[in-house]
């Protein structure tokens, strides 16, 4: 029996937060039951320990970087404690492909004691391009979000929910996936950050933002820790005042935007 169904996520710069959300107020709608929200966007939410039970439904939700989990992520997912609980896990990628990310994060909530009976990947976004599926989630996402709640709460309801749900990718995971630059050689952009131009009137959304707290509150050009290439900081700047200039990174950003026109397609798995 569901008590509460749950929507907990990291989320940037709100894809996948409007997705996890979407099918969790639906489920929630379904089994007449109490709603529950852990952000795990910002550290300190992830200096909490989160427990749950087996009357819990987690809708667990992160994007896709790289093809994967952010890494920097890893480390708090595993401290999360499962107990029985079920949990739908849900990766949001942008346009080009999830790789082996929903399949690393069904197994890391396995492991953490989840029963991952359902699972998704959606498009939203890119995190650093306005072109790459722009405005996704839209109305029709939604709406498939909508039908995915259903149908697994039917599932649910009638007993024929899986114990485990199989998804496309490797288990255990593959590599990273690696960015190509001009020449057709792989490119590093780990440490590539964006700067700030004379737009900035120093309102410091850009630092309280940031996923990692990595931008200096005190001067916003500084950088106190890692860029994780999000895009919190340059997407929610009123001013459009920062922006980057590594050419490998543009030149990547370039190439996808321009190979990746047609419309990606959101996946279930029930």
């Given amino acids: 029996m569901i008590e509460k169904v749950w929507a907990m996520y990291f989320s940037a710069t709100d894809t996948t937060k409007t997705t996890v959300c979407r099918i969790a107020d639906k489920l929630t709608e379904v089994f007449a039951c109490e709603k529950g929200e852990c952000d795990f966007t910002y550290p300190e939410a992830r200096e909490k320990v989160y427990s749950f039970s087996e009357h819990d439904l987690v809708v667990f939700g992160t994007p896709v970087y790289a093809g994967r989990v952010p890494n920097v992520l890893l480390p708090f997912l595993r401290t999360v404690c499962g107990n029985n609980a079920l949990a739908i896990p849900v990766v949001l990628f942008g346009n ?20 991952c009976t359902a699972a998704a990947a959606f498009v939203g976004e890119h995190a650093f391009s306005d072109v790459l599926a722009k405005g996704r989630p839209d109305e029709d996402d939604l709406a498939f979000a909508d039908q995915f709640a259903l149908k697994l709460a039917a599932m649910v309801c009638n007993g024929t929910a899986k114990n485990r749900i199989e998804v496309p990718g490797e288990s255990p995971q593959s590599e990273y996936f690696k960015p190509k630059g001009p020449d057709g050689n792989p490119i590093d952009i780990r440490r590539v950050k964006s700067y700030v131009n004379e737009n900035c009137d120093n309102c410091g959304i850009c630092a309280e933002v940031c996923p990692m707290g990595s931008i200096s509150r005190a001067d916003v050009r500084e950088y106190t820790g890692i860029c994780i290439k999000c895009g919190a900081c340059v997407k929610k700047c009123p001013q459009k005042a920062r922006y980057y200039t590594d050419k490998n990174f543009l030149f990547h950003r370039e190439d996808l ?13 029930l």
Wanted: glycine share 6%; with cysteine; aromatic share 10%.
């Fill in 257 to 269: 935007e321009n190979r990746l026109t047609e419309r990606g397609e959101c996946s279930v798995w």
């Fill in 96 to 115: 080009r492909n999830f790789d082996d990310a929903l399949a690393e994060l069904r197994d890391i909530l396995s492991e953490d004691g989840f029963v």
